[in-house]
């Protein structure tokens, strides 16, 4: 299963979105969902970022990269669970 993560990136840090990465992202925001595969994942990351304040607060010098990666690696990585 692949879990969504939405990086935000401000442009001076990340001129490409390609460049937005899990170290230098502004906002590092988890979509609470899980996904078969990758274009389901990217659209509804898609989706559950343009419905969120946060999406909807996104200034025009940040840029947003969304990257869909196994379930498995985002809970190695993360301290404590």
Known sequence: MLTALVLICSASAAADPGDCTRSNANTVVRVPA?????????MQAQAYIAGSSIGRELEAN?????????RESIIASTPGE
């Open 34 to 42: 899980e996904f078969g595969n990758p274009a389901t994942c990217f």
């Open 62 to 70: 940040e840029r947003v990269r969304i990257i869909c990666v196994p």
